[in-house]
């Protein structure tokens, strides 16, 4: 059974950085594509950025320069760090994967098939 768990999160000053980490269980084989995405109180779950199983990454607009994804394929954790955070960052993030060679770098939510349960980061201004 796959099992996706986030950590890392918490409460930051405007400015400020946190490094988020996402492990993941119950799975082997190739074509292993993740993402990170984070929905706001009252808003849709919007991507964040995204690792292809080549190791390609997209990003959103609105933190290109300022968060990047990687993973440790050895130790099966997908990382986020996030720099020069604002407080319009505020949200639950989420990590997501999905398995196979057709994905191709869009933060759709809906591509996505396993989830974890969320951290919460709040950043203050």
């Known amino acids: 059974q796959v099992q996706l768990l986030e950590s890392g999160g918490g409460s930051v000053q405007a400015g400020g950085s946190l490094r988020l980490s996402c492990a993941t269980f119950?799975?082997?084989?190739?074509?292993?594509?993740m993402g990170w995405f984070r929905q706001a109180p009252g808003k849709e779950r919007e991507g964040v950025a995204g690792?292809?199983?080549?190791?390609?990454?997209s990003y959103a607009d609105s933190v290109k320069g300022r968060f990047t994804i990687s993973q440790d394929n050895a130790k099966n954790i997908l990382y986020l760090q996030m720099n020069s955070l604002k407080p319009e960052d505020t949200a639950v993030y989420y990590c997501?994967?999905?398995?196979?060679?057709?994905?191709?770098?869009?933060?759709?939510?809906?591509?996505?098939?396993?989830w974890g349960q969320g951290t919460q980061v709040t950043v203050s201004s």
């Open positions: 690792i292809r199983y080549d190791g390609t990454t």
């Open positions: 119950g799975y082997t084989g190739s074509y292993a594509n």
């Open positions: 997501a994967l999905r398995f196979d060679s057709k994905w191709f770098g869009t933060l759709n939510q809906r591509d996505f098939k396993y």
